[in-house]
């Protein structure tokens, strides 16, 4: 079955362009659309429905851990997934993973809860996490692979934009849906069924984005790489032994936007409507439009790598960052809403600033036989050092501080990727069929 999904060394590529930016955005869209609805149920509701009836504390953190689970998994799907994508082809690894992660969604909008089935709630709900964490990991990286190894040289980070507008807009929708069912429902229909709603829709949307990919063929530089038989046998190891520095630091090049995303978007939902008094709908809203911010900056960022390279875009924007962190006190508890959305929005913005460039910047710091399995591992590995902890530790720093704390956090994090970042050679100009 697989070998019908792999294009034959001989065969001639027939990816357009425009079919190459559909299918590598929309796989990322679908993916992100079912990680984002768990993190926002995270903060609103994973942890009454699916823990037993403690302090609200406790079950915050039980519910951030869960959250957490899907991260320690994805550097595992990285690797699985790299496996299959450096050694069989990115096309049906990306069809797999896509599979795995609605599945895995779906599965948690069907999970009874914990006043149900007791101890098998929190312990299914882990599992399914697990299950998301694994189709992840394996997305992002042959998403970013199929936009990049199809597009010209001197345009790689403007291909390699369309996987990162897919978070953008994941995003956007599964907020979106959230707050079309938290306004349509009371807080009980939403607690006992309306949360369910937007993991039941992913099952319509993997079967769009399955209909998108299974058009496609093969990339010609991966296609180019099967016929000289340059694979090797087990690229984990390869890039373990002979690629750990470009891992290491393509990872904590990762940990700030990480690290900034997850804190705005989970953390600071459940700050703003338990800490602060904001609505769930308004806080919601707030994001929806916070996210669109997000989306504007992406390309800007991405032309912009293009021209001048990704590093000096990378760490002008995380110095932004560093400094947005700064100020987060004194706009989320300045008692305006209208300062606490120009600073989601200056959030948000400076996260696709430093998002874009990683389209292609990860990509490029690996040679094609193994670059399927080192991007995906150096982005699932800094989704563990930057966001599975991240609302972990917010949590903890304000119970024990207050959120000036988290705002350093954010702070030390954007430094750490600067310094990561500029320990890795510009990667503008570099030979990508290698």
Excluded at 3 to 27: C, E, H, Q, Y
Excluded at 101 to 108: L, Q, R, S
Excluded at 257 to 279: D, N, P, R
Aim: aromatic share 14%.
């Amino acid at each position: 079955m697989l070998k019908g999904w792999i294009m034959d060394a001989n065969t001639k590529p027939a990816n357009s362009m425009s079919r190459v930016a559909l299918a590598s955005f929309i796989g990322t869209a679908i993916e992100f659309y079912d990680f984002y609805i768990y993190a926002t149920a995270a903060a609103l509701v994973i942890g009454p429905v699916f823990f037993p009836d403690s302090s609200p504390s406790a079950q915050a953190l039980q519910s951030f851990a869960t959250f957490g689970i899907a991260f320690v998994a994805r550097p595992i799907g990285a690797i699985l997934f790299g496996h299959f994508g450096d050694k069989i082809g990115r096309k049906s690894t990306l069809v797999f993973s896509l599979i795995l992660m609605g599945v895995a969604t779906t599965g948690i909008g069907l999970l009874p809860s914990y006043s149900a089935i007791g101890f098998w709630a929190p312990f299914l709900l882990c599992i399914l996490r697990l299950a998301q964490g694994l189709g992840l990991g394996g997305e992002w990286g042959g998403a970013a692979l199929l936009a990049t190894e199809n597009a010209p040289q001197n345009k790689r980070a403007l291909f390699g934009m369309f996987p990162q507008l897919g978070p953008s807009v994941g995003f956007l929708l599964s907020n979106g849906v959230f707050l079309l069912v938290t306004l349509s429902l009371s807080n009980e229909q939403f607690l006992q069924w309306g949360w369910r709603i937007p993991f039941l829709l992913s099952a319509v949307l993997v079967i769009i984005g399955l209909y998108v990919r299974l058009k496609l063929v093969e990339s010609p530089i991966f296609a180019n790489a099967l016929r000289s038989k340059h694979q090797v046998k087990v690229p984990a190891f390869n890039i373990f032994v002979h690629h750990w520095k470009a891992l290491a630091l393509g990872s904590f090049s990762m940990v700030g936007c990480y690290t900034l995303f997850y804190i705005t978007t989970a953390f600071l939902l459940q700050y703003g409507t338990k800490h602060l008094g904001i609505a769930k709908g308004h806080f919601l809203g707030f994001l929806c439009v916070a996210i669109v911010f997000m989306a504007i900056a992406t390309p800007i960022s991405a032309r912009l790598s293009d021209k001048y390279g990704r590093k000096p875009v990378l760490v002008i924007g995380l110095l932004f960052v560093a400094l947005s962190g700064t100020v987060m006190t004194q706009f989320m508890t300045s008692g305006s809403e209208l300062l606490v959305l120009i600073y989601l929005s200056l959030d948000l913005f400076l996260m696709g600033v430093v998002f874009a460039p990683m389209g292609a910047f990860l990509p490029e710091i690996f040679p094609t036989n193994v670059r399927y399995t080192g991007s995906s591992a150096a982005y699932s590995i800094g989704g563990i050092l930057g966001a599975s902890i991240a609302p972990i530790i917010a949590n903890y720093l304000v119970a024990n501080g207050d959120l000036s704390w988290v705002g350093y956090y954010v702070a030390v994090a954007s430094i750490i990727s600067i310094c990561a970042t500029l320990l890795i050679k510009e990667t503008l100009n570099s030979d990508f069929t290698q």
